[in-house]
């Protein structure tokens, strides 16, 4: 269990088109969450589906990547890892955030394959 590493790895739906903040020395960030369906049986054994949302944190050549990609509904794939961060609100409150920060990513492209009539 040495090997074990902080890696993530989803498939779901942008909930939006991503959000780029540029900083000082060409530096920018992207984010967007995204939203991963999994569906089962319920007890009384009728189909259920539940959504999670996960936010995901791109930067610099990944941000201008993801721009070019992802739009609101796209499918996409990633790997990247998870990162923890604490912050102090407007109110003074401490917060605990949980991102995604991604290292690769790709739209899925689904075909329907046709049915040939005789």
Known sequence: MSNLK??????GFAGS???????????KVARVSVAINEYYKNKNGEESKQ??????????GKADDAVKLIKKGSEIAIVGKLASQTY???EGLKRFITEIVV???????RTVAAVAED
Do not use: I, M
Request: hydrophobic content about 45%; glycine content about 0%; charged content about 15%.
């Open 6 to 11: 902080n890696s993530v790895h989803l498939t």
């Open 17 to 27: 088109d991503l959000v780029v903040t540029p900083f000082e020395n060409n530096k």
């Open 51 to 60: 959504t999670q949302w996960f936010n995901l944190v791109f930067w610099n």
């Open 88 to 90: 102090t609100s407007k």
């Open 103 to 109: 290292n690769e990513v790709e739209l899925v492209v």
